[in-house]
């Protein structure tokens, strides 16, 4: 083998070395921003309908909810009875999404509803509408009339809580019946949707 020929093979070498680092650093800028910053999610309820469908991809913001609570209104997105706090959870959570999706399955728990109350806010519902602190809440996004909770009613939001129900109020698993969401199981709020591309936008 000649000179050339050999320092063709060490260039060779090298390039594939190269690429396999920028391909690497790649996966976990990816990775860090999937995990810490910004995520896709599919819808897999029908609970949010007629705001969201099943196989809407949204876009979540997860930053936000690190400086800053959950407000009235708010479309959120949590793991139910999981902490998504913190670096190491949330890289955790990261790669049990990608275990599940190389099974071609999902998470079961993570579910999408909307912020109706905060901690410190009395919730009622009477006569199919719902009173936060006795002042009858103005709903235009639900869909159907709004059954009574299985919690005792009123109910008053614990410090470091949310209470959360799904627009499809007649078909919805949400705070009336599990209670109120902890806000650390919080991954973050939704902020767009990405498809379907004719309903592209905020939710």
Same mark, same amino acid.
């Given at each position: 083998?000649?000179?050339?020929?050999?320092?063709?093979?060490?260039?060779?070498?090298?390039?594939?070395?190269?690429?396999?680092?920028?391909?690497?650093?790649?996966?976990?800028? @990816?990775?860090?921003?999937?995990?810490?910053?910004?995520?896709?999610?599919?819808? !897999?309820?029908?609970?949010?309908?007629?705001?969201?469908?099943?196989? !809407?991809?949204?876009?979540?913001?997860?930053?936000?909810?690190?400086?800053?609570?959950?407000?009235?209104?708010?479309?959120?997105?949590?793991?139910?009875?999981?902490?998504?706090?913190?670096?190491?959870?949330?890289?955790?959570?990261?790669?049990?999404?990608?275990?599940?999706?190389? !099974?071609?399955?999902?998470?079961?728990?993570?579910?999408?509803?909307?912020?109706? @109350?905060?901690?410190?806010?009395?919730?009622?519902?009477?006569?199919?509408?719902?009173?936060?602190?006795?002042?009858?809440?103005?709903?235009?996004?639900?869909?159907?009339?709004?059954?009574?909770?299985?919690?005792?009613?009123?109910?008053?939001?614990?410090?470091? !809580?949310?209470?959360?129900?799904?627009?499809?109020?007649?078909?919805?698993?949400?705070?009336?019946?599990?209670?109120?969401?902890?806000?650390?199981?919080?991954?973050?709020? @939704?902020?767009?949707?990405?498809?379907?591309?004719?309903?592209?936008?905020?939710?």
């Amino acid at each position: 083998m000649t000179e050339e020929q050999k320092l063709n093979k060490v260039n060779i070498g090298k390039e594939i070395i190269e690429w396999i680092i920028y391909f690497i650093g790649a996966v976990l800028v @990816a990775s860090l921003l999937q995990s810490q910053l910004y995520a896709l999610t599919t819808v !897999h309820q029908s609970s949010m309908q007629n705001t969201l469908l099943e196989g !809407h991809t949204l876009i979540i913001d997860k930053i936000n909810y690190q400086f800053s609570k959950p407000k009235r209104g708010d479309i959120v997105v949590f793991l139910r009875g999981e902490d998504t706090k913190g670096f190491v959870n949330r890289y955790k959570v990261f790669l049990k999404d990608v275990q599940l999706r190389f !099974h071609k399955s999902f998470r079961t728990n993570r579910l999408i509803k909307r912020v109706i @109350a905060i901690e410190g806010d009395t919730v009622d519902i009477r006569d199919g509408q719902v009173y936060i602190n006795n002042e009858l809440l103005t709903e235009p996004y639900v869909k159907g009339f709004t059954p009574k909770m299985e919690l005792d009613c009123p109910f008053t939001v614990p410090e470091g !809580h949310i209470f959360v129900m799904g627009d499809n109020r007649e078909n919805s698993l949400d705070s009336r019946s599990f209670g109120p969401v902890d806000t650390r199981s919080v991954e973050g709020k @939704a902020i767009f949707r990405v498809y379907p591309f004719s309903q592209m936008g905020k939710p």
